[in-house]
């Protein structure tokens, strides 16, 4: 008699606390108004996006930002440079701002030393381009040094007092590494580094893992523009070989499903990925292996 195969569902994975109050801000101006604006993806999820889109949110790019007036436009969680609060003031446009709390913080914190502390480099650790990133450099007029690694420290200069922050969506492991690296070639008056990781992220990589090792096959669900979900993916793929990975129900083939059947299987994803979507999933892959 073959085994069953029993599917679940990780539940530390899916949105974050400011990716649920950003969805959650859209839909309310959803219902009262019909349609709103959203400056960027609201989330690195395309089902999301999709499922939004249907219900009147249009996404935009700052270029389009720049020629609205007198709208309304969502900020999503990752934050916005200055910049934007300017044009929004200079055409009228209120916003609604959903910046998470967490990363709101940070940027006042990165502020206030760029403010008071004018001879200080500010070294911020994340990834060039990130949309976070891109707010976390405004509060400094784009001045800050942008690292992704170690390597990276080669353009600090060491003789220079040296402030570190963090992308609230970093590895800690990565974070502690440039703290020990800068400390033995700093030459410097001052070192002050800031631990701004959300450990609400954070925490998913141990809690993941541990949930991967727990099953046969794991079923990452992501979106392919999503940076934490492609982080969390690798933590996956080492902790159990048979991860695979798929943005959507339709990518889990008869040839996936076979390989579920009989097994356990977990169902997991980034901050980025709704509850629903995974739940989708796990149903085609129950669906799929009851039949013979």
């Known amino acids: 008699m073959c085994r069953p195969t029993i599917v679940s569902i990780d539940h530390g994975s899916g949105f974050c606390f400011g990716v649920t109050t950003a969805i959650s801000k859209a839909e309310d101006e959803l219902k009262r108004n019909g349609s709103l604006y959203c400056l960027g993806d609201i989330v690195h999820n395309g089902q999301e996006v999709d499922r939004l889109t249907r219900l009147g949110l249009q996404t935009i790019e700052h270029d389009r930002l720049a020629q609205l007036h007198d709208t309304r436009v969502l900020l999503r969680a990752h934050g916005e440079p200055p910049e934007t609060y300017q044009t929004a003031r200079q055409n009228g446009i209120t916003l609604i701002d959903a910046t998470c709390p967490v990363v709101l913080r940070l940027q006042q914190r990165i502020r206030a030393v760029y403010c008071t502390q004018p001879d200080t480099q500010i070294v911020i650790y994340g990834k060039k381009g990130h949309a976070e990133v891109v707010g976390l450099e405004g509060q400094t007029n784009n001045t800050a040094i942008v690292v992704e690694c170690t390597d990276d420290l080669q353009k600090v200069d060491m003789s220079r007092d040296i402030a570190l922050f963090s992308q609230t969506t970093k590895s800690i492991d990565g974070f502690s590494d440039l703290v020990d690296n800068i400390r033995q070639q700093f030459r410097g008056q001052r070192f002050d580094y800031y631990d701004t990781i959300c450990r609400q992220v954070a925490n998913r990589i141990p809690d993941i893992i541990n949930f991967a090792q727990q099953n046969d096959i794991l079923?990452?669900?992501?979106?392919?523009?999503?940076?934490?979900?492609?982080?969390?993916?690798?933590?996956?793929?080492?902790?159990?070989?048979?991860?695979?990975?798929?943005?959507?129900?339709?990518?889990?083939?008869?040839?996936?499903?076979?390989?579920?059947?009989?097994?356990r299987v977990g169902i997991c994803g980034a901050t980025s990925t709704p509850l629903w979507l995974m739940q989708q999933c796990a149903e085609k892959i129950r669906q799929g292996t009851d039949r013979p």
Do not use: M, W
């Open 219 to 263: 079923i990452f669900v992501g979106g392919k523009k999503s940076s934490n979900g492609k982080v969390l993916y690798q933590h996956c793929l080492k902790a159990n070989s048979h991860t695979y990975f798929v943005s959507s129900p339709e990518e889990i083939d008869s040839a996936l499903i076979d390989l579920c059947r009989g097994q």
